[in-house]
């Protein structure tokens, strides 16, 4: 079946490092892919996203590129800042607008 | 808009008990999930509603767990008895139900089995 592998955290970094976040899928057909995050006490919420190959999903300076020859779909982060520090998980659209996570990373950026 | 409610947002109870979770999903939206999420662990479906008809419940362990979302609006979830390994943030989405439409998730609901 469909499924969302991503790496393992957590993620240590300080402020302004680069930062990547692996993800990469298994499915039938062409499944739109996401990252979610959540924030300490917050619910999930939607980063960014992209339906098709080669497209590029970019939010609040996270970027993810629909890599359909590698079924990857990586998160990066040019500088990120301490308020960035959360978990991000990695999701695609099964049948029915059903969403499959992967199993989340835990960002901690310090000052 | 107003977002997706849940209630409670904690809950405790000891093993065999029941328990029900309560969601408002966001207003004119015709899809409703359910996921439970174990701690360390992404969230996993447990039902989709599309209106008041229920889409996927493959994962739903229908022995224990109930769900309904009469009227097609709100929906309760229904533990029976609850074992430990219940024990979970259930989250409640919701998405208009079009194409590739993101889900709304609300903010959860903590179950403890004790």
């Known amino acids: 079946g469909d499924s969302v592998t991503q790496m393992e955290g957590p993620v240590t970094l300080s402020e302004e490092a680069f930062l990547t976040i692996n993800c990469t899928y298994t499915?039938?057909?062409?499944?739109?892919l996401f990252w979610y995050v959540q924030y300490p006490g917050e619910g999930l919420q939607l980063l960014l996203k992209?339906?098709?190959?080669?497209d590029k999903g970019s939010n609040k300076g996270f970027e993810a590129t629909y890599r359909k020859e590698t079924t990857s779909f990586h998160l990066e982060k040019g500088s990120v800042q301490v308020s960035d520090s959360a978990v991000y998980f990695c999701?695609?659209?099964?049948?029915?607008?059903?969403?499959?996570f992967g199993a989340g990373t835990r960002l901690a950026v310090h000052p | 808009e107003a977002g997706v409610a849940q209630s409670p947002r904690y809950k405790i109870i000891e093993k065999r008990q029941s328990v029900a979770f309560w969601c408002n999903p966001i207003?004119?939206?015709?899809?409703l999930y359910w996921y439970q999420q174990i701690l360390g662990q992404g969230p996993k479906l447990l039902i989709q509603?599309?209106?008041?008809?229920?889409?996927?419940d493959s994962q739903l362990p229908k022995d224990r767990f109930s769900a309904e979302r009469l009227k097609g609006v709100d929906s309760t979830l229904k533990i029976q008895p609850a074992k430990l390994e219940d024990s979970a943030v259930y989250l409640c989405?919701?998405?208009?139900?079009?194409?590739?439409?993101?889900?709304?998730f609300g903010n959860g609901t903590r179950l403890t089995v004790t």
């Open positions: 989405a919701s998405s208009p139900g079009q194409g590739s439409s993101p889900l709304h």
């Open positions: 499915a039938t057909g062409y499944p739109s």
């Open positions: 992209a339906t098709k190959a080669d």
């Open positions: 999701a695609l659209s099964g049948g029915y607008n059903k969403l499959i």
């Open positions: 207003s004119g939206h015709a899809t």
């Open positions: 509603f599309q209106n008041n008809g229920v889409v996927d």
